[in-house]
């Protein structure tokens, strides 16, 4: 059922449903190494404490009525991670592959991996195929970037148009390209833990994207932190470079 036009909450003022002109919600998942190292564990504890928030994240997602949720959970410059942390991180990964594998019909979420798979392991690979063949039918989106950089994106999207034979290329050609491809634009793009910055995520895609910060970090985000970037949207107007 579509949403309507403004956003729905109840009465203690918890929201129920977004409203038509929130969309897509992209989520910079930072933060998950310094709330382990805040409480003496090793970083990766954190990244276990991160996949449950974004557990919790796209639950929610789900339930407010979101058509499409994007992370960021693993860009192409972490790899220079030590290596412990990057094999913790792509179990994690593979440990919700295997969930989402089993439990398709009760998530109800169309899962689609952007990024380049090359460098990932077979077996991921493998997981990944079977996970967004599975859940292909769903109507609502979500998208795990993963050994992901916009540049590269953006790079390889104009490249394949080369190949096809185009000489110029459109705006609509490149969006068309991309990873992203048919899927509205984010609407809006949280930030965790204090940080300001893009970092290579979503670069052709949030060109009028709405950008909140907080000094939250990642494995503390739930339904109540979540709703306040929300909020915190609706109280904005978006002109998209026009005067209202
Ligand atoms: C940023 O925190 C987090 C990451 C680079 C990894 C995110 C990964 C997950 C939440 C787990 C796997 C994801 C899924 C989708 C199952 P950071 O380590 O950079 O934190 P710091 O800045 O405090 O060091």
Not at 172 to 190: E, F, K, N, Q, R
Request: with cysteine; hydrophobic share 35%; glycine share 8%.
């Amino acid at each position: 059922m579509e949403n309507s036009e403004n956003p729905q909450y109840d009465s203690k003022g918890r929201l129920i449903k977004v409203g038509r002109d929130l969309r897509h919600i992209a989520f910079i998942m930072d933060g998950n190494g310094r709330w382990a190292q805040r409480r003496g564990y090793p970083r990766e504890k954190g990244h276990t404490e991160g996949t449950k928030a974004f557990e919790r994240a796209v639950r929610y997602c789900g339930e407010i009525g979101l058509e499409v949720m994007t992370v960021y959970a693993f860009s192409t410059e972490n790899w220079k991670r030590p290596e412990r942390e990057v094999r913790k991180i792509m179990g994690l990964l593979e440990k919700y592959l295997d969930k989402l594998l089993e439990k398709a019909s009760e998530y109800e979420v169309k899962v689609r991996f952007i990024g380049e798979r090359k460098a990932l392991s077979q077996r991921i690979r493998d997981k990944i195929s079977l996970a967004e063949d599975l859940t292909s039918g769903y109507h609502r989106v979500l998208n795990i970037a993963l050994n992901y950089g916009g540049r590269a994106e953006i790079t390889s999207a104009v490249n394949r148009l080369i190949s096809a034979g185009r000489r110029t290329v459109s705006e609509d050609d490149i969006s068309g390209a991309l990873y992203t491809s048919g899927l509205p634009d984010p609407d809006l793009i949280v930030r965790t833990a204090g940080e300001r910055r893009l970092s290579n995520f979503l670069l052709w895609q949030s060109a009028y994207s709405e950008f909140y910060y907080t000094d939250t970090l990642w494995p503390d985000m739930d339904e109540t932190e979540i709703q306040k970037a929300i909020d915190d949207y609706y109280n904005r107007t978006r002109r998209f470079g026009a005067v209202r």
